[in-house]
């Protein structure tokens, strides 16, 4: 199992780790954007960004601020949203994914392909809204959890 290879590490080439710095965010699918913002903003007293559209994502955010760590509120944009999929399997929401930073991005890449774990989309990487480089790994390969692993701001 590619999680176990991860994590077992003998100093050989294949057994290489990705290098984590920390979670960057978590990630959660909502059927109603600005009802989610409401309740972080009124029931919390979160602050929580503009909303924008990823047309190509196929999502609209909005990011609450947690103190150490954001939230990313995910709703549906377009049919062929991945978002929308997962809402008709789970239609009040919840967590969809989290995002792990990474102190090398093009190693944590080649070390995720070399250890056989599913990389999602066509394999490459992907460029963020913010210019950020990223990835997602199959939740068969991480027990169960979709796992978004993005290069750290001081990586580029």
């Known amino acids: 199992m590619a999680v176990r290879s991860l994590m077992e590490n003998n100093g050989s080439e294949k057994n290489k780790k990705i290098k984590i710095k920390g979670l960057d965010h978590l990630s ?56 929308k999929k ?14 792990l930073r990474t ?13 056989g774990m599913q990389i999602l989309g066509d394999g490459s990487p ?4 913010h210019g950020k480089k990223f990835f997602f790994i199959h939740p068969k390969d991480t027990f169960g959890s979709l796992i978004e692993i993005e290069e750290d701001q001081n990586d580029h």
Do not use: W
């Not at 093009?106 to 250890?115: G, P, Y």
């Open 86 to 99: 997962f809402l008709d399997r789970n239609s009040s929401g919840g967590i969809h994914h989290f995002c």
């Open 126 to 129: 992907s460029i963020s809204h």
């Open 28 to 83: 959660v699918a909502v059927p109603d954007l600005e009802k989610a913002i409401d309740f972080y903003q009124n029931s919390f007293g979160c602050e929580v960004s503009n909303t924008k559209i990823l047309e190509n994502q196929g999502v609209k955010i909005a990011y609450v601020d947690l103190g150490n760590v954001q939230l990313e509120l995910m709703e549906p944009y377009g049919e062929t949203s991945p978002i």
């Open 103 to 115: 102190e090398d991005f093009e190693e944590a890449l080649q070390t995720a392909r070399q250890e």
